[in-house]
């Protein structure tokens, strides 16, 4: 796994020791409440298992899995991550940050880290994310790093019994370097 520096941050890969912080910061309600596939509870040895399937995932170039580590005391805030790899084309980012991290620019700074990476390292197209309509932050995420609403998909995901309308956004490699030369 590479590792990607900003002024505040360092994206690298998680390590079985980040288990624990996982499980605390991933085991908060509100991180389940708006993501599609974190569970809650989060219980022990689901972050030691989640972690475990990294090396697999990443050899296989479907994963690209990153701890977002704050730079001055090494502390983990959160996760991003790039999914559904389809090489040389496209793939979707996903990302939560421990509530304590919140409303800082954690995020924004993360996602703008790993959509360069993305496009000038790993040369894709295209990448997309999606949101719950009802998480607008995430939206405000996305549309820092430059990414453009391409419309909404109505009951897309089933949460917890209730189907969620889903916000999709995506930002093309071309539309990227304009604003990154
Ligand atoms: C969504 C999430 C990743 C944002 O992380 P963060 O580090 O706090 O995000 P940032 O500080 O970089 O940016 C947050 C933006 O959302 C805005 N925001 C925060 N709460 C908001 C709200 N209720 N409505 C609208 N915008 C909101 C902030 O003003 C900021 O926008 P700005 O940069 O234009 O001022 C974080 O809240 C989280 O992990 N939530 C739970 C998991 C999750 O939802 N993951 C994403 C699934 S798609």
Request: charged content about 20%.
């Amino acid at each position: 796994m590479p590792v990607l520096e900003s002024d505040r941050l360092f994206l690298r890969g998680f390590l079985p020791s980040d288990a624990a912080a996982v499980q605390q910061l991933a085991g908060a309600f509100e991180i389940a409440d708006t993501t599609t596939n974190i569970p809650h509870p989060y219980e022990d040895g689901m972050a030691e298992s989640w972690i475990g399937h990294h090396p697999t995932a990443y050899q296989q170039g479907l994963l690209v899995p990153f701890a977002i580590i704050r730079r001055h005391d090494s502390a983990l805030m959160g996760a991003i991550s790039l999914m559904s790899i389809e090489q040389g084309h496209q793939a979707e980012i996903g990302y939560w940050i421990g509530k304590p991290f919140w409303g800082q620019g954690v995020c924004s700074e993360a996602t703008q880290l790993i959509v360069r990476f993305a496009f000038s390292s790993l040369n894709l197209a295209r990448l997309y994310a999606r949101h719950f309509s009802r998480n607008p932050a995430s939206g405000r995420v996305l549309a820092n790093a430059g990414f453009l609403h391409e419309g909404t998909s109505r009951d897309h995901v089933e949460k917890w019994g209730i189907l969620e309308d889903s916000e999709n956004y995506g930002l093309l490699r071309g539309q990227w370097e304009a604003h990154n030369p």
